[in-house]
């Protein structure tokens, strides 16, 4: 199986302002773009830029959105693997193809963003057999990491920080929590989502304490319900 043909071919682009977060997040993006489009004048000071990034936390919450809008605001290429989809049987297979994604965005100076890392990132188990691959593979993600280029971004994503190895999890400079919305933060969310329909389809009654990917899903469901009842009262009309 050829690696490259199991990147996600995702070229949306994002921007910050699609991107809603909590200030204290905020800040942290904000912070990381910044280094990097200084890492010239930090690095003549001695200073580390980060570059190794762990979005974690719930579901529906944005860390894929925002990996994306970080590509876009430094203007890199991005490259996504969703590694659900690679990890196979013959534990050496995969690390193998994902070594050769890792050295394809060193070269390109890429965002890689690695969604679900918790599927070659998690703690290493007790039973011999899981012991003895897990660790050869675990192994081979900390030195990739460790020699990944100052000038290239690693974004990995996942909704289960807890069972990820904790060599791995020290070698993020940057860990950033997603949780569920605020009610505020959702009201922005759905302002922007419902302005491009009609005045009338706008006002519908919202839902909160649910993630950005289900208020959109809820929000997208009632307008289509508004929208085909208003073109079944046309129809009866006519």
Request: contains cysteine; charged residues 25%; hydrophobic residues 40%.
């Amino acid at each position: 199986m050829n690696i490259f043909d199991l990147v996600i071919n995702d070229k949306e682009a994002v921007s910050l302002k699609d991107v809603f977060l909590d200030p204290e997040n905020q800040k942290a993006v904000q912070q990381l773009i910044k280094e990097h489009k200084y890492i010239d004048e930090l690095t003549r000071y001695g200073l580390p830029v980060n570059n190794k990034v762990l979005l974690y936390g719930n579901s529906g919450c944005g860390k894929t959105t925002t990996a994306k809008a970080i590509a876009n605001a430094l203007n890199k290429k991005i490259i996504v693997l969703n590694l659900s989809n690679i990890v196979c049987s013959r534990i050496g297979e995969t690390s193998q193809n994902i070594k050769q994604v890792f050295e394809k965005a060193g070269r390109e100076k890429c965002v890689l963003f690695l969604d679900e890392f918790d599927q070659i990132g998690k703690a290493r188990g007790n039973d011999d057999k899981d012991v003895g691959e897990m660790r050869r593979l675990v192994n081979t993600i900390i030195q990739l990491i460790d020699y990944f280029p100052d000038n290239a971004m690693l974004i990995c994503a996942t909704n289960h920080s807890e069972i990820i190895d904790v060599a791995l999890m020290r070698r993020f400079q940057l860990k950033i929590n997603f949780q569920m919305p605020s009610s505020s933060v959702l009201d922005t969310y759905y302002d922007k989502l419902l302005s491009v329909f009609p005045v009338e389809m706008q006002s519908i009654q919202r839902k909160y304490n649910i993630s950005f990917a289900e208020a959109k899903d809820y929000a997208f469901t009632n307008v289509k319900e508004l929208l085909i009842r208003k073109l079944e009262k046309e129809q009866c009309s006519v």
